[in-house]
């Protein structure tokens, strides 16, 4: 069981490394790729998506979600008794993840950034804030991430050992088509985790963790997962 968890924890936080890392690299300034914009962070998380995943498959199936796992659970296709243990290593993986992101762009931080700037790197924000279309636009997102990763179920469909490929495709098509409303977390460990770290790591001018947005990017995933459960399994 333990060896689940580490492989939940350890692609979360690979996950988290690469997908928060081309946000940092990206936005924060002087380094060679500022300015890259949205499509090279929209790449960069699917390519961070897809090594996560692989890397994690064959220890816990490579959830690295919480709505995933609970999406699965709800299908009858993961056992409930592991879901705490999946979601408490996906959120410390996200910690760790954001951590590592904050050691490696470390001298970057100590140069004058915007606040919003130096959040963007940790978690999420909406471009135009109101609560219930910002929940919507999450839901939506994670209800196509979550039937498309149902449908690659199919063993029709699988390509075996290659099936993050897939899941990392929908990421990227998720963040090009909706990912700018929100900043796409579709992933409540993905946004907590590294919020958290926003809050307890010191950074000059980093200015609030905006912990009254933050059930947003946790509550519409979830809601998103099951609504997807729901019409596969009506279809199926």
Known sequence: MWQQYL?????????????????????LKSTYAHGGGWIVITFGWA???????????????????????????????????LVPGYIIAQITGAMAGALLVWITFYKHYTLPNDAPVIKATFCTEPAIRNYFWNLVTELVG?????????????????????????VALVVLSIGLSLGGITGYAINPARDLGPRIMHAILPMNGK????????????????MGALLAVLVFQLIT
Not at 10 to 26: D, E, F, K, Q, S
Not at 50 to 76: E, R, Y
């Open 142 to 166: 994670s209800f196509v991430l979550l039937f498309s990763v149902f449908e690659m179920q199919n063993p029709a469909q699988s390509l075996g050992t290659l099936d993050a490929l897939p």
């Open 207 to 222: 200015g609030t963790s905006d912990w009254a947005y933050c059930w947003i990017p946790i509550v519409g995933p979830i």
């Open 47 to 81: 390519m961070a998506v897809f090594i996560g995943v692989f890397i994690s498959a064959k220890l816990s199936g490579g959830h690295l979600n919480p709505a995933v796992t609970i999406a699965f659970a709800a299908m009858g296709k993961f056992n409930w008794a």
């Open 7 to 27: 492989g939940e924890f350890v692609g979360t936080a690979m996950l988290i490394l690469l997908g928060n890392g081309v946000v940092a690299n990206v936005n």
